[in-house]
Every structure is written in C-alpha cells, then in structure tokens.
C-alpha cells in the first residue's frame, strides 16, 4: 500500500528555522517526484515546488523559490521542506503529494495527510 | 503564473447534476490536456477524482466526469449525493514542470 507519511504539526516563532518531512513506502521512492502543495487558512490549494529523488533535481513555483527549500533523502525514502527564516504568513497546513508525470498524463495520486505549521510570536 | 479560476460556491440536490468550472489560460489549460481534480473533505486531505481532463482513476464514482472547452475545464457531477459535499480543487500543468491550482469551489448538497 502506497503511504506519505508527513511529520507532525509544529509552532514555531518569527525568524526560526524548519524542516517537515514526507516519508514514502509502498512503492519505488525513486520512481517518482514529490510535491510539496500550501493551503492556507479557508483558502486553495498551491503547487510549491517538486523534487526528483532520483537525482535531487527540483523545481520550484514563482510564488515559492527562494522562500522554501525542497530536498530528499533517498536512503530513508524521505522528501524535506525547509525554511530559513519563518514568517507569520507561512502558517498553513503543507502536503506532500506523489506525482505521476510523464509523455502526456500528470496528475498527483497520493497524498499524505499534512503537517500544520503554525508561525506565532 | 496566477491560480486558475473556480467559483467560490456550487450547490445543488440530492440526485441533481452540477458542473464546476475551471478556467485558465492559453498558457496552462488551454495548451495541455493535462487538468485533474481533487476532492476534499474538511480536515482531509485532497484525493484524485480526474486526471487528464477527463479520465477517472480506480474506484472513483461514474457520476464523476470531466471535460475541457479551450480555457475552461469542467467537472461534472450527476447525480448528487450528500456524501460529494467538499470542497473541489482543479490543477492544470502550466509548462516548464510547474503546476496551478485553482482556488478551489465548495459544494453544498441542500
């Protein structure tokens, strides 16, 4: 059975730094990206960037790059979302999401279940 | 790269059909045929209900279709049962391996 699992909610302060994580089982880690999705308070959804635990290649939405950094470690099947510097805006609860992309067909077939990140001084 | 456009807001009854619309640009939508469809129930994550504009993945109802018209995508759901009240996100791939989601549309089954 495919699963995502996602760490756990954090409350962090302004300007601290963080690291979510999504871990994969079920299926060939390296076989597909991983997405990182925002949704914020009573809002949509947002693609913010993907990785390709293959090769650690990324790539990343406008509204996103330079802001969060998405990286994996293919030896525990596990994709990472980090910030530097939190700020209040950022709190949201973030997916990961598998995608499936190839000649003609994307779509995004798993989901884990989010981790709430809520920023507070 | 702006967020597709979804209504705020569909309803409609039990064994009634709806249709959410999805609209785009020439740039993302209307260039591919590569938009899906989640559902999402509150506290719950999104789950696949379409992918490539019209298919349906295992296990999901046939009263789910969808289908695409230029810049607008469309979901259809015939009829309704109070369990498809959610709320209803489309994305589309918008080239360069980058992807847009809508701002998503709640159905309320009266």
């Known amino acids: 059975e495919v699963q995502l699992v996602q760490s756990g909610a954090e409350v962090k302060k302004p300007g601290q730094s963080l690291r979510i994580s999504c871990k994969g089982s079920g299926y060939s880690f390296t076989s597909y990206s991983i997405s990182w999705v925002r949704q914020m308070p009573g809002k949509g959804l947002e693609w913010m960037g993907r990785i390709d635990p293959t090769d650690s290649y990324t790539d990343y939405s406008p509204s996103f790059q330079g802001h969060v950094t998405i990286s994996t470690d293919r030896s525990i099947s596990t994709a990472y979302l980090q910030w530097s510097s939190l700020k209040a805006s950022d709190t949201a609860m973030y997916y990961c999401?598998?995608?499936?992309?190839?000649?003609?067909?994307?779509?995004?077939?798993?989901w884990g279940l989010g981790t709430l990140v809520t920023v507070s001084s | 790269q702006s967020a597709l456009t979804q209504p705020a807001s569909v309803s409609g009854s039990p064994g009634q059909s709806i249709t959410i619309s999805c609209t785009g640009t020439s740039s993302d939508v209307g260039s591919y045929n590569l938009v899906s469809w989640y559902q999402q129930h509150p506290g719950k994550a999104p789950k696949l209900m379409i992918y490539e504009g019209s298919k349906r993945p295992s296990g999901v109802s046939n009263r789910f279709s969808g289908s695409k018209s230029g810049n607008t995508a469309s979901l259809r759901i015939s009829g309704l049962q109070a369990e498809d009240e959610a709320e209803y996100h489309c994305c589309s791939y918008a080239g360069s391996s980058t992807w847009v989601f809508g701002g998503g549309t709640k159905l309320t089954v009266l």
């Open positions: 999401a598998r995608l499936v992309a190839a000649a003609n067909t994307d779509y995004f077939d798993y």
